[in-house]
């Protein structure tokens, strides 16, 4: 199945990484919208103030959804980076949506330190329709 | 976004600045280190945006102070507060790099908005630039013997080709089998593997001077550097669950006869192997050390877990030239 970020993902190394996997997995994500609008699940790198990077693994990082394994891990992050910049809601939105991604959503990074994982989607993925706001940020 | 109390500039001396690492990366680097002409650190910190420009603050840190916020001991509200030259820039830089305006403004000034909370402290680990540089600088002070100049950089690239091997997961080739039995063996080893490093990777003393604050210059590979600079400081924060841990699996190895044995001729049986391999795995991974690329390499499970105690005992080491004052391992090359 082909990702629905190919054309950018070419020239990049191991993008996304071999390691990844597909998976059924309660996620939770930061979202500015409610009801989540496909902005919402935009990845950094195709955001208009997205600073480029130079290196082969955040290149292909910036192509990736930041994605939860839990709400409070999710809120756990989200305070810790508000404790640094108190406007950080202007960066990542005001609240917390959670969905179930599947197999044939795409392929996630194994859950990492403080319950972030990254989904690199399918072309025919379309998650803004399936998560739902749970609370605010 | 909010208005400034402050004095713009032009021409500033920020432009300048390279990116050396991102300190806090959330979709987007959230606090980021710089560093000027002169080798000073800046620490950019995100406040704002609008659809034009991202904001940052801008602070000048001393080696010391990014040494106490990366090792949590200072919070970014600390740097913000006191910066080292009694201002702060506010920089606001639109998606191109290009700095659209600095304003000069004392912390007092600053939009409450602004100003992150007292308990902003660092729980991350920072990601290189590629324009990170090829070299390590440890800053050195207090009285170092003869021994000391000549054993330190030895002991520096002992650890960093070890690390260099889980994480450049490249050459292929195995280590060559040593016995594992005693202290001279590890040193052999040590030794071998360094030269197993590619040449371009290889850590290469580059530079030493005494002066106080002094430096020890190494060339080498900026995220093996980064990875031995993450190793020291968990097996400093976790020292006494480590040393347990070590001072357990020296036991059992002692029980079992094997610390004496040649780790090249003993004869282990498929269990016995098996648990060697859980003992090693499980010390590696305390220490924050890959270890299937070491069990891989080596000349079996014994060996291989002897590789990871000895490199261990060389962290300690580098400890111990810490503790004494005569070095400081920094956060970021």
Redesign the interface.
């Known amino acids: 199945m082909g990702f629905k970020y190919e054309k950018q993902h070419a020239g990049i190394s191991n993008c996304p990484p071999h390691a990844y996997r597909a998976v059924e997995r309660v996620s939770f994500r930061f979202v500015a919208n409610d009801p989540p609008l496909p902005d919402d699940f935009l990845p950094?790198a195709l955001r208009?103030?997205?600073?480029?990077l130079?290196?082969d693994v955040?290149r292909c990082q910036s192509l990736g959804l930041?994605l939860f394994a839990s709400e409070k891990a999710g809120r756990e992050?989200f305070n810790?980076?508000?404790?640094?910049?108190?406007?950080?809601h202007?960066?990542?939105g005001t609240m917390i949506a959670t969905g179930t991604i599947t197999p044939k959503d795409g392929l996630t990074s194994d859950i990492e330190r403080h319950g972030h994982f990254t989904l690199h989607e399918f072309a025919t993925a379309s998650l803004h329709a399936s998560f739902k706001i749970i609370g605010t940020l | 976004m909010h208005a400034l109390n402050g004095a713009g500039i032009t021409n500033s001396s920020l432009t300048q600045a390279v990116k050396v690492a991102d300190l806090v990366y959330f979709d987007g680097p959230i606090v980021c280190l710089y560093r000027n002409e002169q080798r000073e650190n800046l620490l950019y910190s995100w406040v704002d945006s609008d659809d034009e420009c991202q904001r940052w603050i801008v602070t000048r840190v001393s080696d010391v102070q990014l040494d106490d916020y990366v090792n949590k001991k200072s919070p970014l509200a600390a740097l913000i507060a006191g910066p080292k030259d009694q201002f702060l820039y506010v920089a606001d830089i639109d998606k191109h790099g290009r700095y659209r305006s600095v304003t000069i403004v004392s912390p007092g000034g600053l939009p409450p908005e602004y100003v992150p909370a007292d308990d902003s402290y660092y729980d991350d680990e920072p990601m290189l630039s590629e324009s990170a540089p090829r070299e390590e600088r440890i800053p050195i002070e207090g009285d170092w013997t003869f021994d000391d100049l000549s054993s330190f950089p030895n002991l520096y690239a002992s650890i960093y080709s070890l690390a260099y091997f889980t994480r450049k997961g490249a050459p292929g080739d195995a280590f060559e089998a040593y016995p594992m039995r005693d202290g001279f063996s590890s040193v052999h080893f040590f030794n071998t593997i360094r030269e197993q490093v590619p040449a371009e990777d290889r850590s290469e003393l580059r530079a030493l001077s005494y002066a106080s604050p002094g430096a020890i210059v190494f060339k080498l590979d900026p995220d093996v550097a980064s990875l031995v600079r993450q190793i020291y400081r968990r097996s400093k924060e976790r020292h006494e669950d480590i040393a347990r841990n070590y001072s357990a699996t020296y036991k059992i190895l002692k029980e079992l006869k094997l610390l004496g044995a040649d780790a090249t001729k003993v004869n282990i049986d498929r269990k016995g192997s098996d648990f060697l391999v859980k003992l090693g795995n499980d010390f590696a991974r305390e220490l924050g050390l890959e270890y299937k690329p070491i069990l891989e390499r080596a000349n079996g499970p014994l060996m291989a877990l002897k590789i990871v105690l000895a490199f261990h005992r060389r962290l300690l080491k580098l400890g111990e030239f810490e503790t004494t004052g005569k070095i400081r391992v920094p956060v970021v090359s």
């Open positions: 950094v208009p103030d997205h600073e480029p130079d290196r955040r930041s992050k810790y980076l508000r404790k640094k910049a108190p406007l950080i202007k960066k990542v």
